[in-house]
């Protein structure tokens, strides 16, 4: 652990929207008063009905509840366009930076933008979509991403956007669990100068989801597509005679927004949930205070729109605060590792907003591709997504921030829907890994295994304590697994599935999943969605997945792989089962390690020990504990002869 500490700088104290007295007051309010509190906050949104009643929360089984705002009425997307338009119609929303440098870059102002919404807006309503309906997005990071979302939440249509990298295997799973009639994508994906076929990733899901009446297609590169008849529609022709006027529709605060399936520790990845009034005040006000963020400023959040960071900070915080956003069509090192910086260097970028698994790919690469940049631009520099490392975090401080820049460490969950436990960049002496203070409104507690809460310096599980406006509501399609997930591991107090330390001055620092949950390159997985790949292949008997650490990816993922009896496990099975999980997942889900073993070790009631598993995946094996009631002790002797060269 790191014990610098950095103080918040003079001019950043002095000029921030909220200092540190500032913070604890509003902190303490937040708690003291939430419905003062919150009301209070909501006035950033434009209501089309005004809210009587703000919190109506319960975390209790017998009358568990969430409700934000309920009586309240109004449209995300008005609240991103329409009341921006008087006063910046001609300032720029989205920045968009093509993978390739060699091509151009593309501005889209606030008023192109509401007409580009409004336009696709009227395109789906013509194609029957309504309120309620599901939409599932399939695209790369071009500003059709952001018309496509924004133009469903005007007229209450939910989407589910779905990671451009992911098979067509894991698209059909997530358009046939909600039941989607619509898909949006494009010809082909591109990134770090590869193309990804995503029309033809469709037409491969579609197989096994044929409820599907629509797919609008974007041309990207103009790859020859197949276009199906009555089915797919070519984006550009699709809205040529649409109108730029769209009504939006009112939304209930209650009403469904979105959808983002996430990895939880068992089953088939869960559609998360979130409502329109709660998230839409939580994603305004986490988004200018974490970022400390004046309307009009460069501001750059790097996640893909595939991912909650992508939704919250990359489209709609910034766009409710008047924010001019980039989106990033590459990846950090393409075509070099001074890629970002001369990004950054290009808008003249403000705040940048990245994961810790980029920083350490290009902090591997050397000083000199940032050097060579002149980042004088930057003010502020944020993290997300996984446990930044102190290395890490003074690389990014001192290299690319060359110290002048705080860095807001920001820890929050797809079902967190912003910043719950995050510095703020005027009130936070910041330290080094730690992702310290809670969010307004945020009670988090730390719990011992039996449920206790732990005071002062103490290391437990983490949990929240109550409600927050930008909570996820349900799990789609099964509200009893809502609950179970997340509200009966601690009864009365919402399980956060991380483990988190609070040192003396009160500082939180996660460290990491406690539950069946890996993090690789800062995407979240299942390891049982792993698992249920790997025994779906013909020659796989029994297979167990834990995390090992890695040096870039935060955690790797280890497979350990009994096959069936007559199959004689080789260098080309692993490979067969390596590209077989890449067809069933994703490229996100390859393994990095595959150890073959006669059998895995399992108590007597044939239960697998993964705490052995993780120490042997992680080469911790000079303490495996406790292995006595393993029905068969040898087979750990067996796994710790043949951990592969590899691992
Ligand atoms: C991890 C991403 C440490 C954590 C926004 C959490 C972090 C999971 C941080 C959620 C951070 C996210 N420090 N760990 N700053 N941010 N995590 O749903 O384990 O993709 O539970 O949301 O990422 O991942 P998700």
Request: aromatic share 10%; hydrophobic share 40%; net charge negative.
């Given at each position: 652990m790191s014990q610098t500490v950095y103080p918040v700088p003079a001019e950043w104290a002095a000029n921030a929207l909220v200092d540190e007295a500032g913070y604890r007051?509003?902190?303490?309010?937040?708690?003291?008063?939430?419905?003062?509190?919150?009301?209070?906050?909501?006035?950033?949104?434009?209501?089309?009905?005004?809210?009587?009643?703000?919190?109506?929360?319960?975390?209790?089984?017998?009358?568990?509840?969430?409700r934000w705002f309920g009586d309240g009425?109004?449209?995300?997307?008005?609240?991103?366009?329409?009341?921006?338009?008087?006063?910046?119609?001609?300032?720029?929303?989205?920045?968009?930076?093509?993978?390739?440098?060699?091509?151009?870059?593309?501005?889209?102002?606030?008023?192109?933008?509401?007409?580009?919404?409004?336009r696709f807006a009227n395109l789906l309503k013509s194609r029957g979509v309504g309120k309620g309906d599901r939409v599932t997005i399939y695209l790369p990071m071009v500003p059709e991403a952001a018309v496509a979302m924004l133009a469903c939440s005007r007229i209450g249509a939910i989407h589910s956007i779905v990671f451009a990298g992911f098979s067509p295997e894991a698209l059909a799973g997530r358009i046939q669990d909600c039941d989607s009639r619509v898909v949006i994508t494009a010809d082909e994906g591109l990134r770090g100068g590869r193309k990804v076929p995503l029309k033809a990733n469709v037409d491969a899901a579609l197989n096994h989801a044929p409820g599907v009446e629509t797919v609008v297609v974007l041309k990207r590169t103009g790859a020859d597509v197949a276009m199906r008849d009555g089915r797919d529609i070519?984006?550009?022709?699709?809205?040529?005679?649409?109108?730029?006027?769209?009504?939006?529709?009112?939304?209930?605060?209650?009403?469904?927004?979105?959808?983002?399936?996430?990895?939880?520790?068992?089953?088939?990845?869960?559609?998360?949930?979130?409502?329109?009034?709660?998230?839409?005040?939580?994603?305004?006000?986490?988004?200018e205070y974490v970022f400390d963020y004046r309307p009009g400023q460069i501001y750059w959040c790097a996640a893909d729109v595939g991912w909650v960071t992508g939704h919250?900070?990359?489209?709609?915080?910034?766009?409710?605060?008047?924010?001019?956003?980039?989106?990033?069509?590459?990846?950090?090192?393409?075509?070099?590792?001074?890629?970002?910086?001369?990004?950054?260097d290009k808008f003249g970028v403000e705040i940048f907003y990245g994961a810790p698994t980029a920083l350490r790919a290009l902090m591997r690469e050397g000083d000199e591709w940032v050097a060579k940049t002149s980042r004088k631009s930057l003010r502020l520099l944020g993290s997300v997504g996984e446990p930044i490392n102190p290395e890490a975090w003074e690389w990014y401080y001192r290299v690319v921030g060359e110290e002048r820049c705080p860095i807001?460490?920001?820890?929050?969950?797809?079902?967190?829907?912003?910043?719950?436990?995050?510095?703020?960049?005027?009130?936070?002496p910041m330290k080094p890994g730690s992702a310290s203070w809670p969010m307004?409104?945020?009670?988090?507690?730390?719990?011992?295994?039996?449920?206790?809460?732990?005071?002062?310096?103490?290391?437990?599980?983490?949990?929240?304590?109550?409600?927050?406006?930008?909570?996820?509501?349900?799990?789609?399609?099964?509200?009893?697994?809502?609950?179970?997930?997340?509200?009966?591991?601690?009864?009365?107090?919402?399980?956060?599935?991380?483990?988190?330390?609070r040192d003396a001055d009160g500082y939180y620092w996660i460290t990491g999943r406690i539950d069946d949950v890996i993090n690789v390159s800062g995407h979240r997985m299942g390891t049982a969605e792993i698992e249920s790949a790997l025994v779906a292949h013909s020659k796989v008997a029994e297979a167990a997945v834990v995390?090992?650490?890695?040096?870039?990816?935060?955690?790797?993922?280890?497979?350990?792989?009994?096959?069936?009896?007559?199959?004689?496990?080789?260098?080309?099975?692993?490979?067969?089962?390596?590209?077989?999980?890449?067809?069933?997942?994703?490229?996100?889900?390859?393994?990095d390690v595959i150890q073959f073993a006669p059998a895995?070790?399992?108590?007597?009631?044939?239960?697998?020990?993964?705490?052995?598993?993780?120490?042997?995946?992680?080469?911790?094996?000079?303490?495996?504990?406790?292995?006595?009631?393993?029905?068969?002790?040898?087979?750990?002797?067996?796994?710790?002869?043949?951990?592969?060269?590899?691992?």
């Amino acid at each position: 652990m790191s014990q610098t500490v950095y103080p918040v700088p003079a001019e950043w104290a002095a000029n921030a929207l909220v200092d540190e007295a500032g913070y604890r007051e509003m902190h303490r309010r937040s708690l003291d008063d939430p419905e003062g509190f919150w009301a209070e906050q909501a006035k950033r949104i434009d209501w089309i009905t005004p809210f009587t009643r703000v919190k109506e929360t319960s975390f209790d089984e017998a009358d568990f509840g969430i409700r934000w705002f309920g009586d309240g009425a109004l449209n995300l997307s008005a609240n991103c366009l329409d009341r921006h338009l008087e006063a910046r119609g001609d300032q720029v929303a989205i920045l968009w930076e093509p993978d390739s440098p060699d091509e151009p870059e593309r501005r889209i102002t606030y008023r192109q933008l509401h007409a580009d919404v409004c336009r696709f807006a009227n395109l789906l309503k013509s194609r029957g979509v309504g309120k309620g309906d599901r939409v599932t997005i399939y695209l790369p990071m071009v500003p059709e991403a952001a018309v496509a979302m924004l133009a469903c939440s005007r007229i209450g249509a939910i989407h589910s956007i779905v990671f451009a990298g992911f098979s067509p295997e894991a698209l059909a799973g997530r358009i046939q669990d909600c039941d989607s009639r619509v898909v949006i994508t494009a010809d082909e994906g591109l990134r770090g100068g590869r193309k990804v076929p995503l029309k033809a990733n469709v037409d491969a899901a579609l197989n096994h989801a044929p409820g599907v009446e629509t797919v609008v297609v974007l041309k990207r590169t103009g790859a020859d597509v197949a276009m199906r008849d009555g089915r797919d529609i070519d984006w550009a022709d699709g809205i040529a005679e649409q109108s730029a006027e769209c009504e939006p529709t009112a939304m209930g605060a209650e009403d469904p927004l979105f959808i983002l399936y996430t990895s939880g520790s068992t089953g088939k990845p869960k559609g998360v949930l979130h409502t329109t009034g709660g998230y839409t005040v939580w994603a305004a006000m986490t988004h200018e205070y974490v970022f400390d963020y004046r309307p009009g400023q460069i501001y750059w959040c790097a996640a893909d729109v595939g991912w909650v960071t992508g939704h919250t900070y990359v489209i709609y915080g910034p766009l409710l605060n008047g924010g001019t956003t980039v989106m990033f069509e590459g990846v950090p090192n393409f075509p070099d590792p001074s890629r970002f910086w001369q990004v950054v260097d290009k808008f003249g970028v403000e705040i940048f907003y990245g994961a810790p698994t980029a920083l350490r790919a290009l902090m591997r690469e050397g000083d000199e591709w940032v050097a060579k940049t002149s980042r004088k631009s930057l003010r502020l520099l944020g993290s997300v997504g996984e446990p930044i490392n102190p290395e890490a975090w003074e690389w990014y401080y001192r290299v690319v921030g060359e110290e002048r820049c705080p860095i807001v460490d920001t820890w929050w969950q797809t079902e967190t829907g912003g910043a719950t436990i995050t510095p703020l960049p005027g009130a936070t002496p910041m330290k080094p890994g730690s992702a310290s203070w809670p969010m307004f409104g945020v009670k988090p507690l730390l719990l011992d295994a039996d449920g206790n809460v732990l005071e002062g310096a103490a290391e437990g599980s983490l949990v929240i304590a109550d409600s927050w406006p930008g909570q996820m509501r349900t799990v789609w399609g099964d509200h009893d697994r809502f609950f179970q997930t997340y509200f009966t591991t601690y009864k009365g107090y919402y399980f956060t599935g991380d483990g988190c330390r609070r040192d003396a001055d009160g500082y939180y620092w996660i460290t990491g999943r406690i539950d069946d949950v890996i993090n690789v390159s800062g995407h979240r997985m299942g390891t049982a969605e792993i698992e249920s790949a790997l025994v779906a292949h013909s020659k796989v008997a029994e297979a167990a997945v834990v995390g090992m650490p890695h040096p870039v990816k935060g955690q790797g993922i280890y497979a350990y792989v009994t096959t069936n009896a007559e199959v004689e496990p080789d260098d080309a099975l692993r490979a067969e089962l390596v590209k077989w999980v890449r067809t069933e997942i994703g490229p996100i889900a390859t393994p990095d390690v595959i150890q073959f073993a006669p059998a895995l070790p399992k108590t007597r009631s044939g239960k697998i020990m993964r705490r052995i598993l993780r120490k042997i995946a992680e080469n911790d094996t000079g303490n495996l504990g406790d292995t006595s009631t393993l029905a068969d002790p040898s087979v750990v002797d067996h796994l710790l002869a043949n951990r592969p060269a590899t691992a």
